[in-house]
């Protein structure tokens, strides 16, 4: 059990018993009485949404989740295939489960697949990517890395983020996972 105030995005809580994923919180603090932790939460067995206030003294049964190192395959018209390293075994997630994800999913690369009494219920990604630059305007001659000057560009997963007006077609970026911000390139500081 863990104190309502420990609630994040994203983390998987038993609600009404049965397992709910963390899609939105916040922290309300009021002037008297108890603070509120609003929380938009969604049944990871049957898709349904709730929205629940806890008070901050409530408390709270995480969910064990299993973590399992997965090699990313393919993407199909509605689901996104995973193997099993050890097995061989492949398994599905439908998109809406991935959300965010997807964009920083790269054929081949290794993920942390979350598995809930062994049905799959998510993805979690490094926090950062490395990606290459798919489409993006022609680089300023004379632009530096100290401007704050951005345009957008399409990676190869198709994300698009804003970068520096110095980063070219075909230059790999590091993109951080959590917030889809540019970083900066690999090799430099």
Known sequence: MINATQIRKGMVIIH?????????FRFTMQGRGANSIPT???NIL???QAEVRYRSDDRV????IEDKDMEYLYEDSSEYWFMDQETFEQISIPRD???????YLLPNSVVKVQLYDGKPIG???PPSVQLKVEDTEPAI???TASGNVTKPATLETGLTIQVPMFVSRGDT?????????YQGRPGRS
């Open 123 to 125: 993805v979690s990604v």
């Open 141 to 143: 001659k004379g632009a």
């Open 61 to 64: 049964e995480k969910a064990f």
């Open 97 to 103: 489960q991935l959300e965010d994800i997807v964009g």
């Open 40 to 42: 938009k939460l969604r």
């Open 16 to 24: 009404e018993g049965e397992p709910h994923k963390v899609m939105e």
């Open 173 to 181: 970026v590091i993109v951080n996972t959590t917030t889809g911000e």
């Open 46 to 48: 049957t898709g349904t």
